[in-house]
């Protein structure tokens, strides 16, 4: 028998059921992750055009933006005036290889190509993991009025608790050729996953420390397995690993690390895993390529001792 009782127990199990499931929110053309009630991630899937007066080519989408300590800080910038083709945390290639002709996805400002949100193939929150499987279309402008797809990419995220004062965020790509010719990504000196960093990070209150045991004095073009980053953010420490899978191409990668003195002496903070910094890679039609990277988001410091083991863990890992 349904009595009144029974029914409000329903609204109110309903209504609680309702709230679990706000970990994840789309908000203005922004999905929202969510980590034991905080905003740590937005990937942008409508196109965040530049400020009013610059050339609206330098709009894009497919980008993570803003990455949030659990604490709240946010470590990523997005269009700063002396890149505005920089987007948080993104993915295009440099030199990339098409019918015998060479177009750059990277820097927008040449209008030879560009990286799109096709589509959400998932969304999900379940059992304490948050995520989504974004479809990037990687396109060429062979003519100032042609658009070609050469790459279809899978750009897969996930949010996973650690502690109180860290997560992990999983950036699995997998790249597939569209059509019969083969791509080749070609030899350069960044492009991939890269990662500019928040304004508040310069030379005076923040560091840059690799596998290897560089720093931002030596570390562009060392071959690593994983990139620490972490600086002062209002007032406090906070920071980004970056691992790399073992399985990726031309592991251990190449990195783009900026120098000390980058943009006019402040020391601005951008950082890339570049898998082709220093050979070709090739890709056929009729197979998929992954690039896999873990990101461990922290408050406070991690110390190299921890770092290696965060990357044992990830090698190890399925």
């Not at 570049?274 to 890679?281: M, S």
């Amino acid at each position: 028998m349904i009595t009144k009782n029974s029914i409000l127990l329903f609204l109110m199990l309903t209504y609680i059921g309702s709230l679990a499931q706000e970990n994840v929110k789309k908000e203005e053309g922004v999905l929202k992750l969510y980590e034991k009630g905080h905003y740590v991630l937005g990937y942008q899937y409508t196109v965040k055009y530049p400020p009013a007066g610059i050339d609206s080519v330098f709009g894009r989408a497919g980008f993570i933006h803003p990455l949030n300590t659990l604490s709240g800080k946010t470590l990523t910038r997005i269009q700063p005036p002396d890149h505005y083709h920089h987007y948080g945390v993104w993915n295009p290639w440099t030199r990339v290889e098409y019918k015998n002709n060479v177009y750059d996805l990277w820097n927008l400002k040449d209008k030879q190509g560009a990286v799109k949100h096709v589509k959400f193939n998932k969304v999900y929150d379940k059992k304490g993991v948050v995520g989504f499987n974004a479809q990037h279309a990687h396109i060429i402008y062979p003519t100032p009025t042609e658009e070609v797809t050469i790459l279809n990419e899978n750009w897969e995220v996930k949010v996973l608790p650690i502690d109180d004062k860290k997560y992990s965020c999983d950036i699995n790509s997998t790249l597939e050729v569209v059509g019969k010719d083969s791509v080749t990504l070609k030899e350069y000196r960044y492009g991939g996953l890269g990662f500019r960093a928040t304004e508040q990070w310069t030379n005076k209150n923040s560091r840059v420390i690799t596998a290897s045991g560089k720093d931002r004095s030596n570390a562009d073009g060392s071959l690593e397995r994983w990139i620490l980053v972490e600086g002062t953010v209002d007032g406090a420490k906070a920071g980004i690993l970056f691992l790399s899978y073992p399985d990726n191409f031309n592991h251990p990668e190449p990195v783009r690390v900026w120098p000390t003195l980058e943009n006019k002496g402040r020391g601005d903070v951008f950082v890339n895993f570049a898998p082709t910094k220093n050979k070709d890679w090739a890709l056929a039609p009729g197979k998929e390529y992954q690039l896999k990277y873990r990101l461990i988001i922290f408050d406070d410091t991690l110390t190299v001792d921890e770092a290696e083991k965060f990357w044992q863990a990830y090698a190890a890992s399925k």
